[in-house]
T-cell receptor, first 116, second 115 residues
Framework: EAGVAQSPRYKIIEKRQSVAFWCNPI?????LYWYQQILGQGPKLLIQ????????DSQLPKDRFSAERLKGVDSTLKIQPAKLEDSAVYLCASSASRDNWSSPLHFGNGTRLTVT | AQSVAQPEDQVNVAEGNPLTVKCTYS??????LFWYVQYPNRGLQFLLK??????LVKGSYGFEAEFNKSQTSFHLKKPSALVSDSALYFC?????????????FGGGTRLMVKP
C-alpha cells in the first residue's frame, strides 16, 4: 500500500509569513494526526481528526495554527503568522480506526520548516 | 496526565552485542505501549506494541520489548545489534481507559551501533 504522503519536504520562510502543509493519508484510514517535532524532542500532537471531524486539538496554538480535513481524506495544516519557535518538522500520520486504540500510526516523511 | 520518560539521550553499543533502550511510562489507567524508530529525514516507523497478554512482545527487525507493570517500564531489546540499527528510537504510551486520549511520545534515544 502507498504510504502517507506529505508536501513540501522543506520550507523556509521569514517570521510573520504564512505557510501551509499538505497530507494525504493511507487510503481508507479514518484517523489523521498532525504532530510537531522540534529538533531533539519527541513528536507532540497538534490535532487529531476522525474522518472530517476534530477529535483533539487541545495542543494546537489556535491563534496562529489551523487545520482542516474537509472531505475526510486529505488535510492541510496552516501557520499564520509564523514565529521563529515554529521551526520544526511537521509530521502527518494516519491510522485505521479511532475505535481501535491499539492500531499503530503510519507516518509520512514530514515537512521541515525553518523560520528565519 | 500521561507521560513517557526515556532516560538516556544516547546508547552506544558494539555490533553483535545485545542492546537495551529504556522507557518508563505514567498513565492513570492501563497502557497501550509502542516503540517507533526514526531514520534521518524520515518519519517514524512502527516497531512493536504491547496491548495485553505476554509481557514479552516481538516486533520488526529482531527487536523485542518487555512490559513490566510493577516498574512501569517497557524497555526495547535486541540480542545482537547491527550497524544498520543506528537510529532514533521513540517510546509512546496511550491510556486505554481515557476516551479520546492521545498517543504521547518520549523524547527519544539515539542508538549508535559501532562496527
Amino acid at each position: 500500500e502507498a504510504g502517507v504522503a506529505q508536501s513540501p519536504r522543506y520550507k523556509i520562510i521569514e517570521k510573520r509569513q504564512s505557510v501551509a502543509f499538505w497530507c494525504n493519508p493511507i487510503s481508507g484510514h479514518a484517523t489523521l494526526y498532525w504532530y510537531q517535532q522540534i529538533l531533539g524532542q519527541g513528536p507532540k500532537l497538534l490535532i487529531q481528526f476522525q474522518n472530517n471531524g476534530v477529535v483533539d486539538d487541545s495542543q494546537l496554538p489556535k491563534d496562529r495554527f489551523s487545520a482542516e480535513r474537509l472531505k475526510g481524506v486529505d488535510s492541510t495544516l496552516k501557520i499564520q503568522p509564523a514565529k521563529l519557535e515554529d521551526s520544526a518538522v511537521y509530521l502527518c500520520a494516519s491510522s485505521a480506526s479511532r475505535d481501535n486504540w491499539s492500531s499503530p500510526l503510519h507516518f509520512g516523511n514530514g515537512t521541515r520548516l525553518t523560520v528565519t | 496526565a500521561q507521560s513517557v520518560a526515556q532516560p538516556e539521550d544516547q546508547v552506544n553499543v558494539a555490533e553483535g552485542n545485545p542492546l537495551t533502550v529504556k522507557c518508563t511510562y505514567s498513565v492513570s489507567g492501563n497502557p497501550y505501549l509502542f516503540w517507533y524508530v526514526q531514520y534521518p529525514n524520515r518519519g517514524l516507523q512502527f516497531l512493536l506494541k504491547y496491548i495485553t497478554g505476554d509481557n514479552l512482545v516481538k516486533g520488526s527487525y529482531g527487536f523485542e520489548a518487555e512490559f513490566n507493570k510493577s516498574q512501569t517500564s517497557f524497555h526495547l531489546k535486541k540480542p545482537s545489534a547491527l550497524v544498520s540499527d543506528s537510529a532514533l528510537y521513540f517510546c509512546a504510551v496511550r491510556d486505554i481507559n481515557n476516551a479520546g486520549n492521545m498517543l504521547t511520545f518520549g523524547g527519544g534515544t539515539r542508538l549508535m551501533v559501532k562496527p
